[in-house]
């Protein structure tokens, strides 16, 4: 029997040499020459802000949250289909996740509720661009400026995608982006900050090296350097900043062929959401994804245990995804929401996700939609 993972990080060309020249560089801490290169690589693709490179995507939103001034008390509107990590920057600052429900065809937070959700205690909004879709930017760029609030983009799964004719992560005033294992360009562990309001770099960067003006003192503009502010060690080593550029290097190359498999999966389901037994992703027409995440709905919730456990027997791994974040213990501990949540409930219970990752190949992804149609036929006997 073939096993699919459902991921395999995956090697692309000169990550070993890159490593060994960080090494041979003899600077194997952060901010050396290929966190640099990184940075540039970001800056260049996303066209707009200034890149720090971070351990993780959860490091970036913790930086965002310092950066945008959040403290205690203070309200985050935010989608409840997400990772603890979107919630978890802003409840490190004292403040309370205020979840909004999705929208049911991107998954993305509903932005026709967002101004219900608004309260005097309101301090910002934390979009995520779910699975590289990105969000409904203008309209909740218009409620922010309208109400006086910041916006910081979840783009953990969003590199190379675009939206609105933008790359996301390049709206509002903070983006984070993710290079987990899990993600379309990895490093192991890893993340980048995206400062969009420039005014704000020289503190981003003083909170990124520990509260202390160590990247001035570096360019020599301070002849020594101390603790100036709050900060924390967000830093990834050169080792894996290394790691990370021979990805970048590749990004275009990976996105297209993550995309490749993606449609050829979305054309392969065609015949099973058009008898009703499943539903596809919906992209929308302006919007240019990264093939990060291949989704299906199954129509009824109650088989998706069954479904799952038969693919999983078979050697398909398919997941679910998130737990709605209001209902984990931690999000009804420190978070609310501004109303009902129909659809993310709904969706959170009827979605899979399939194999995906750039080793995979047509013929696997057309036994696993065989063996999607023969098990959803098992389990509706
Ligand atoms: C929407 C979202 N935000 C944040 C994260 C956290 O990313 P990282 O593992 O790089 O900290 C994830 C991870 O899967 C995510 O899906």
Known sequence: MTKLPFNIPTLVGREIE???KAIENSHISGNGEFTALCQSFLEGQLGRGRALLTHSCTGALEMAAILAEIGPGDEVIMPSWTFSSTANAFVLRGAIPVFVDVRSDTLNIDETLIEAAITPRTKAICVVHYAGVGAEMPTIMAVAKR???KVIEDAAQGLFANRH??????????SAFSFHESKNII????GALIVNDRATFPRAEIIWEKGTNRAQFKRAEVAKYSWVDLGSSFLPSEILAAFLYAQLEQGEAITRRRLRLWRYYFEGFAHLEA???VSRPVIPRDCEHNGHIFYLLLTKAERRDEV??????RGINAIIHYVPLHSALAGVRFGRTAGPMPVTEDVAARLIRLPLHPQLTHEQEDHVVAEIERVLALAAA
Request: no cysteine; proline share 3%; aromatic share 6%.
């Open 275 to 277: 008898k009703g037994l």
């Open 165 to 174: 004719g933008r790359p996301l992560g390049t709206v509002g005033e903070f």
């Open 187 to 190: 490093a192991g562990e890893g």
């Open 18 to 20: 890159y490593m060994t």
């Open 308 to 313: 799952l456990r038969r693919l999983n027997e």
């Open 147 to 149: 109400r006086g609030l």
